[in-house]
């Protein structure tokens, strides 16, 4: 079973900061497209962040130009720097490995909220 590890969330006050990681085998992280997705209470599963082709990474517009997404090949870890926290970001905070097979791995979650 294929288990992606998350850590880093926790509670905020708005305008601050939180940063991510995600851990997963090296066999899926060096053939996978790595992501991050959110889901707020009541709403669907939706993107934050993605890596694309040559290190590109695809951000979804609530998030542009205050969330980095960079990873470390070394460790197997892809990162989701979260900066200038809204109340709007209060979410669980998923990791994805995207295969080029369409298998889909989810992380558990990690619980992010920021208070106003």
């Known amino acids: 079973q294929v288990q992606l590890v998350e850590s880093g969330g926790g509670s905020v006050p708005a305008g601050g900061s939180l940063r991510l990681s995600c851990v997963a085998p090296?066999?899926?992280?060096?053939?996978?497209?790595m992501g991050w997705y959110r889901q707020g209470p009541g709403d669907q599963r939706d993107l934050v962040a993605r890596?694309?082709?040559?290190?590109?990474?695809e951000y979804g517009d609530s998030v542009k130009g205050r969330f980095i997404m960079s990873r470390d090949t070394r460790k197997n870890t892809v990162y989701l720097q979260m900066n200038s926290l809204k109340p709007d970001d209060t979410a669980i905070y998923y990791c994805?490995?995207?295969?080029?097979?369409?298998?889909?791995?989810w992380g558990q979650g990690t619980q992010v909220t920021v208070s106003s």
């Open positions: 890596f694309k082709y040559m290190d590109t990474v």
């Open positions: 090296e066999m899926i992280f060096l053939g996978a497209q």
């Open positions: 994805n490995a995207r295969l080029p097979t369409s298998a889909n791995y």
